[in-house]
């Protein structure tokens, strides 16, 4: 009898372990766009550092909703294309297309009020995210800086081992999705290329930003905080912007946004879209 109860302890443990939980967030949009607003994308950067990349996500559905106003083949589009913008913004957040289950625009048929006021018809100009999640990540350590096709190399890039036109993957430096803002990981490797350009005077760079999961004659991706669909370059510029912030001239740097071209590998799995979401320095000059 004590057997039997201890297997069915144990099946118990494994059975409410495997259970995924589950919650919704609420994203809203400004009248007849589908466009991300500051708010929004506080509320999005939220959901993501407190749990989207702390947990394993099991599966994830949008559902975009409008207001009662205008014609009903117009609302259907405009919700569809509310919740595909949730979608490319967790693409950018290195959320595989495989969790994401359902994509779907509801128009203004199941609205959250009766639409009686401005504010009612704010609430259901939405986005409902609904996300299912299991166990906590364990931590991943960063990648170091390394050269393209040679070895790891770690702290201060040695001039004597690059070649003209050769390229620096430096692919601890990261953004925000959908954004040219800095993630709190990337300021090791930015300290590392700005004491490079310190340390090596007649150093001079080219920096490429790169995305992923884009056709590659499809052009750039969105950056949100601007509209422009000028992603890579944005993301290309904040290294460059950071380095001239912190003494390194004007002259000794260019930058230039690549888009989704030039990949080192094909983008099957996550990981290999994740090598290919880059920032690149090129060496004119050492």
């Known amino acids: ?8 302890g144990l099946l118990l443990v494994v059975y409410s372990t495997s259970l995924a939980q589950r919650v919704i967030r609420m994203v809203y949009f400004d009248f007849e766009k589908h466009e991300l607003t500051p708010a929004t994308l506080i509320v999005l950067n939220h959901m993501s550092d407190s ?22 083949g117009f609302n259907d589009s405009l919700s569809e294309r509310r919740a595909n913008t949730i979608k490319g913004f967790f693409a950018n957040l290195h959320i595989a297309d495989t969790l994401i289950k359902q994509v779907k ?8 009020n009766k639409n009686r006021n401005e504010a009612d018809r704010q609430a259901n100009r939405r986005v409902e995210i609904l996300i299912q999640y299991g166990r906590r990540k364990t931590t991943i350590p960063l990648v170091k800086v390394e050269i393209q096709g040679s070895k790891e190399i770690s702290g201060k890039i040695d001039t004597s081992m690059l070649q003209m036109g050769e390229r620096l993957v430096l692919r601890n430096i990261n953004f925000e999705g959908g954004r040219h803002v800095f993630l709190p990981s990337s300021h090791n490797s930015l300290k ?7 340390a090596n005077l007649r150093l001079e760079i080219e920096i490429l930003g790169y995305i992923c999961c884009f056709p590659e004659n499809a052009g750039d991706g969105q950056d949100f ?21 912190n003494g390194i001239s004007e002259k000794r740097l260019r930058y230039k946004g690549m888009g989704a071209t030039n990949r080192i590998t094909e983008e099957r799995t996550e ?16």
């Open 105 to 112: 625009g509801y128009g203004k048929t199941k609205p959250l």
């Open 225 to 245: 905080d601007t509209g422009k669909w000028n992603l890579s370059e944005a993301r290309a510029k904040a290294v460059y912007d950071f380095l001239v912030k």
């Open 1 to 8: 009898m004590r057997k039997i109860l201890l297997a069915c």
């Open 271 to 286: 990981e290999e879209k994740t090598t290919n979401r880059r920032v690149e320095a090129v060496v004119l000059r050492k």
């Open 51 to 72: 749990f989207l990349q702390k947990f394993e996500i099991k599966s994830i559905y949008l559902r975009g909703h409008t207001d009662s106003i205008g014609r009903a």
């Open 192 to 198: 590392e290329l700005l004491e490079s350009l310190k």
